[in-house]
C-alpha cells in the first residue's frame, strides 16, 4: 500500500486528506502496523492531557478507529478523542457494560439487538433488532447498552472493522403505547454516541414494517443526524422488496421475507456465552 506511505504516513504529515480512500480495504497488517503507530504519534503530541494519559493505545482499540474512518488519521483520532469524552459525560451508559447486567442480557435475550449467523453479499455484518420483543420492562437505554456490547464483539473481526454493518430495526406490530417509551433524550444520545463516537461504520440502516406513529416519534432524531448517515437510513414500511434489493433474501430470516429459518433471538447471547467461556478458560 504505497498509496498510504507517498501521503506521508512515515514523514508527520499526519492529517493529509489526498488518500484515495478507495484503497483502504487492501491495508496490508504493515500497512496497519504503521497507521497505528501514526495515530499514536497524533495521540502523543495532542495538547489534551487527561484524554493522552488515559486512552487505551493498544493495537485492537487504535485499528478499530482506524477502520470505522476510513483510514483517515485526523478523523480517526477526533472519533477517538470524541468517544473518550463522551463516556466520561456518561458513566451510566458504560456502568457494568458487559453480559453480565442483567438489563444487557435481557435485551440480547429478545433480540435486542441480534445478529444474523450470515454475511451478506457484500460481506457486511447483518443486525437485526426486532423491536415489538420490547416489553418495556427494561429501557430504551438498556437496549442501547445492549447494542454497544454487541457492536463490540461485532467490531473485534477484522472482516467487520473493514467491511462495516448494516442494521434491520423491525417495527411490525410495535404498539402506540410502546412508542412512548422512545425517550427523545436517550434516541439523542444514540445517535451522539453511534454516529460520532463508537467506531463502527454503518452501511445501512432499514426500518421496516414501521407505523406512522414510529415515523413521527423518530422525526425528533433528524436534525442531529449527519447528512452522511441520513443517506444510509431507509424506510421500506411494508416494501419487503426494497429491503432485497439493498439486503438479499439469502441471508434474512423467514420473517424478513428471507430464504433463512425463522430468527432465534437467543442465537446470537448463545454464541456470546460460548465465546466467553472459551476465553475464560484459556
Known sequence: MSEYIDYGWRNNDLFSKSINKTFYKNLTATDREVAIKALRNVIKSCGDIEFKNHIEQDEKTLQKFLFARKFILEDSFETLKNFYWYRKRNPDIFRDLNLDSADVRKALENGLPGVLKDKDRKGRCVLLLTANNWDCSYSLLSIY??????LEQVTNDLHNQANGVVVIVDWTEFSYKQTSHL???ILRLMIEGLQDCFPVRFKGIHFIGQPWYVDAALTVIKPFLKEEIKEHIFRHGNNLST???LVHRDVLPAELGG???SYNPRSFLDSLDTKTLSEKST
Open 259 to 261: 430464504e433463512q429459518p
Open 243 to 245: 429491503l432485497h434489493e
Open 183 to 185: 425517550k427523545p433524550s
Open 145 to 150: 447498552r445492549a447494542m454497544l456490547v454487541c
